[in-house]
Each structure stands twice: as structure tokens, then as C-alpha cells.
């Protein structure tokens, strides 16, 4: 295991610049909305959020002047509308606000919105945050290139996000790690190997365990498991590449244990050729809109000069692919990447049809 600090600093919040807010707007990832994070900040207290267990959620749970209450409750209930529905307000009155909680944790300080429906006592989460490139790119290139569809919305700074069902990793293995069957523990090992390697190829950083979900989903006699990230903002930031494997954290070593126990070498270099090439064919159904992403990356600072002079050897070194020493930008470098990976599945894979 490696112990060094893999992330030595904050990373700072980087503006959408007006490049990618086009791109925004063409995909229907940019739409005006009825209230910005900013106006969330206006809370006249808040209490304390606890745990199951009495402990501190690091979240509060704000509450607001009597004369804002109504707009703002209003207000969210017509952004929930929007990025579920069609934005047609026939379903607000049945939609409550049950609770607005604030996070001074992490770098992205979200709030979180729980809608409930009254009919039948269903809820579902939003989250509301500080629009921040990075996260966007990170959001977009997790829509694209993961198992995983994600719905998000843009407007000027403020952010909104769908919430990412599952159970969050360090909450896993303290309380489900134990109860998983030996079949299962294999089964989640070569999930793990599978997100490690989707972790690496398209550049997310920090996956520490409580920053992906774990998903586990009934499949005739038995569960499968599927790991998602939830948290995108060290998208092509750092320099150091051991920080896009989630294989170096020091929290997901008893994931690293269990793949170690459970999987040969050679069924992990199986599995690592599995993600690689569906990442490779999705790559390839999404030519046009990865192709107008990267565009927008290749002229963003999302990162300092030394991080991409750095992060550009350590893929050189680690692929020997020329390529990534003529890289200036993280977008470059992206591009470089899944080059490398796309044309690696097409060369191995003989049955293409060209």
C-alpha cells in the first residue's frame, strides 16, 4: 500500500468559461432556474445534523427567515420539476420541502434538498453547489463513459445535481463488508478492479471510499455490485497519477485486500481489459459530443502548469506513448488518453468490421 500524501493541496474552484457554457447549452445541460446558490446562503441558523449512531454528520440543517421560507420552498420544488420532469408545475402542490441541508465539508459547501411527495410519501435529494469547471467536466465525462447516466443542470454559478443512490463506501465497510456472501466478495473485487481502472483511464482523482457509492442490485440467485462516484471535483487536477487509482488510498485498502484474496492476476488483467474496451466502445458511440468536450478542456486551465507537466510524464512513463510529452493542458492530455485506449481495443480486437 502506498502511504504518501497523495493530495498535498486544495484545489481552488475553476469558472465555466464561456466555451464550455455553449457546450452546455447545446447538450441541455445549461437551463435558467428559479434560484441560485447564493440566495441558499441567505439561512438565518441552523442545528446540528446526527447520525443513526448520535454522530456528526458534518452536515447542518438550516432554517430561514418566516418571509423567505415560502419563495425559496417554492422556488426548489420548481427546480426539482425541472431536472426530473418537463418543468410543468401540475405536480407542486403535492411536492414538499422536507429539509435543506449545508455541508461546510469538502470544496464544493452543497446544500441538500429533500422533496417529498405527499401522495404517497416518496423522497428523493437534490443537491445545489457552487458551479465549478472541474465538476462539470467530471459530471459530463462520468455521463459519457461510466455504466452510469447522471443528471445535472448548469446556470451562470450554480450547479444542481440529481443524487447518486447507493450506500457510501466508508459506510460499507464498516457496515456491510461483513455480511457479503464469498461469491459476493468476488463479485464486488472485480467491480473494484473494473472502477479503478475507469478511475485511471478518464483522469478522476480522490476516490477515497467516501466519495463513491456502492450499488448492489438483485440478479436471479444473486447480487451484484456496482461502484459509483459521487464526487467530481479533483477531475484533472493533480499531477501525481497514483491519485487517479483508487487502488493508493489508504481508505479503500480492505477493498485492495479483498481483490487480492479473491481474484487472481489474471482475472484482474481480465477485467481491466473488460473496462478498458467498454470504454473504448463507448468512446466510439460517443464520438461528437467527447470530441466538442475535450475541444472545450484542451483550452481550460482546470490545473497548474507543474500538475500537467507532471501528470504528462507520469502517463508517458506508464505507457510509453510519445503523445503525451507535447501536451500543454489536462484536456490534451485527456484526449491523448483515450486515443491511446481507443486504438489499443482496435488493434487487439480483431473481430471489428472496418
Not at 8 to 21: F, G, T, V
Not at 121 to 138: E, M, W
Amino acid at each position: 500500500m502506498e502511504e504518501q500524501k497523495l493530495i498535498s493541496q486544495k484545489k481552488p474552484a475553476y469558472p465555466i468559461n464561456e466555451q464550455l457554457y455553449d457546450y452546455l447549452t447545446e447538450y441541455n445541460r445549461s437551463i435558467k432556474i428559479p434560484v441560485f446558490y447564493d440566495d441558499l446562503l441567505r439561512f438565518a441558523g441552523a442545528i446540528v445534523v446526527y447520525d443513526k449512531n448520535g454522530e456528526d454528520t458534518l452536515w447542518v440543517r438550516v432554517y430561514y427567515a418566516e418571509y423567505e421560507r415560502d419563495e425559496i420552498d417554492l422556488s426548489l420544488k420548481r427546480m426539482y420539476l425541472i431536472l426530473h420532469g418537463d418543468g410543468s408545475e401540475d405536480s407542486l402542490p403535492f411536492l414538499t420541502v422536507d429539509a435543506i441541508d449545508y455541508c461546510t465539508f469538502g470544496n464544493s459547501k452543497p446544500f441538500r434538498i429533500k422533496i417529498r411527495n405527499i401522495l404517497n410519501d416518496n423522497h428523493t435529494y437534490l443537491y445545489i453547489k457552487k458551479a465549478d469547471a472541474s465538476r462539470v467536466y467530471g459530471l459530463e465525462l462520468e455521463h459519457i463513459l461510466s455504466p452510469n447516466n447522471i443528471n445535472f443542470l448548469v446556470y451562470k454559478d450554480t450547479l444542481i445535481e440529481e443524487h447518486v443512490l447507493g450506500i457510501p463506501g466508508d459506510q460499507f465497510l464498516v457496515e456491510n463488508l461483513n455480511t457479503v456472501s464469498e461469491s459476493g466478495k468476488k463479485r464486488l473485487s472485480k467491480e473494484f478492479v473494473k472502477f479503478n481502472e475507469r478511475c485511471m483511464i478518464r483522469l478522476l482523482g480522490d476516490m477515497r471510499s467516501y466519495n463513491y457509492v456502492i450499488v448492489a442490485s438483485y440478479d436471479f440467485d444473486q447480487v451484484e455490485y456496482r461502484i459509483r462516484a459521487m464526487d467530481f471535483d479533483q477531475q484533472s487536477f493533480e499531477g501525481n497519477l497514483k491519485v487517479y487509482f483508487p487502488q493508493y488510498f489508504k481508505e479503500n485498502y480492505p477493498f485492495v485486500k479483498m481483490v487480492s484474496d479473491n481474484l487472481q492476476n489474471e482475472s484482474v488483467e481480465q477485467y481491466k481489459k473488460e473496462e478498458r474496451s467498454a470504454i473504448a466502445r463507448r468512446l466510439r458511440g460517443s464520438q461528437e459530443r467527447i470530441n466538442d468536450l475535450l475541444a472545450c478542456m484542451k483550452n481550460d486551465r482546470i490545473s497548474t502548469q507543474e500538475k500537467t507537466d507532471e501528470l504528462k510524464m507520469d502517463l508517458y512513463n506508464y505507457t510509453l506513448d510519445m503523445d503525451f510529452k507535447k501536451c500543454n493542458t489536462m484536456g490534451e492530455i485527456l484526449k491523448v488518453a483515450f486515443d491511446f485506449v481507443t486504438r489499443n481495443y482496435e488493434n487487439v480486437n480483431t473481430y471489428i468490421i472496418r
